[in-house]
């Protein structure tokens, strides 16, 4: 079964997390722009680690383990790394919501487009 969200989808999802948390990710940037190219930035989203951070941002083998879609649900314990965004609000609060273009979304929708952009190849 295809998805119909893209990369371009994730970008926007984590730009609006960005943009309602309550600090700017000072030691990773916003690493799902960090090109400027949307190919470049799908590549490297898809293939590189977090800048500054030393973990790798997706997981291949198993997609739904990667650590940008975990830590956005809970901290990497092992890593010692809190959940994102630091000092939330995070997605998984049971009244998050934010506008992405002109739709409200919940943490939950969130999470749930993310699950399925990782589990269908997550295409560009």
Do not use: C
Request: no cysteine; hydrophobic share 35%; glycine share 8%.
């Amino acid at each position: 079964m295809a998805t119909s969200f893209r990369f371009s989808d994730i970008q926007q999802y984590l730009d609006a997390i960005l943009a309602k948390s309550k600090k700017v990710p000072v030691t990773h940037g916003v690493f799902w722009r960090n090109t400027g190219n949307y190919h470049d930035d799908y590549v490297f989203f898809t293939t590189s680690g977090v800048p500054n951070v030393d973990i790798p941002i997706m997981n291949q083998q198993a997609p739904l383990q990667s650590n940008f879609y975990l830590i956005l649900q809970r901290p990497l314990q092992d890593e010692g790394i809190p959940q994102m965004p630091v000092g939330g609000p995070y997605i998984t609060s049971p009244d998050y919501v934010v506008t992405v273009g002109s739709v409200s979304l919940t943490g939950d929708q969130i999470k749930n487009n993310i699950a399925d952009w990782l589990s269908n190849g997550f295409p560009a």
